[in-house]
């Protein structure tokens, strides 16, 4: 009787102490550059409590990085609803201006009605790259600026050889990067505040480090 009580006590704690799954969904554009770098950022935190899907929109624009992310977050709540299956924790989408001013603040203004949270890069997700090698706060007329920049930054890190071309598409940039990435950290928050008092363009700007450290975060909950 005792040894059966027991073991039923054992398993009521094992059962309390199961932690419940956490559901992240990320979606981004549809190049390379943001998709391959948030893979690669899952697969090295290695979470045991979080799944973390990663999903491109099929065009390029903010508003098509917001329009997919309801349409996935639509498809999981009809899912939860008819199977019972787990909804969505947290939804973000990660987009950059990049010149497309009306699309952008349209893409704002619908993940935030929609309770989607919106990261942001002015004028391109490059900026978070660039903020790995330098601190700096000097505005970029656009991507191609902000790529010019990053790659003399690369070379003199010897991250690229002196006739490389950097390269949207590489799947290693997150491993090249890693061994800076606080470094990327303190400078985006270094950014972020001088932006505040800067509120007229926020160029250059980048959130992608406050996904980062959501998504490292989750490590204390394993």
Not at 73 to 93: A, H, M, T, W
Not at 125 to 132: A, D, G, K, P
Request: net charge positive; aromatic share 10%.
């Amino acid at each position: 009787m005792s040894k059966r009580g027991k073991n039923k006590n054992q398993l009521q704690r094992g059962k309390a102490n199961k932690k419940r799954i956490k559901y992240i969904l990320i979606v981004v554009e549809g190049q390379e550059t943001e998709y391959n770098y948030f893979n690669s950022l899952k697969d090295d935190l290695k979470l045991k409590t979080t799944e973390i899907q990663v999903a491109r929109a099929s065009g390029g624009s903010p508003l098509d990085v917001v329009e997919k992310a309801k349409s996935l977050l639509q498809e999981k709540i009809r899912l939860s609803n008819k199977q019972g299956n787990p909804k969505y924790d947290e939804v973000f989408c990660v987009f950059d201006q990049d010149n497309q001013m009306k699309k952008y603040h349209q893409a704002l203004i619908e993940a935030k009605n929609n309770n989607i949270q919106a990261i942001t890069s002015i004028p391109c997700f490059e900026v978070w790259f660039l903020l790995h090698c330098c601190n700096t706060s000097s505005p970029f007329s656009d991507c191609k600026e902000v790529c010019k920049k990053l790659e003399s930054e690369f070379k003199k890190l010897r991250f690229l050889k002196p006739k490389e071309c950097y390269e949207k598409k590489n799947s290693d940039w997150y491993k090249i990067l890693k061994p800076k990435l606080q470094n990327a950290i303190d400078n985006a928050e270094k950014l972020e505040k001088y932006q505040e008092n800067n509120r007229e363009n926020f160029n250059p700007s980048t959130k992608v480090h406050i996904l980062v450290k959501i998504l490292q975060n989750q490590k204390h909950f394993e």
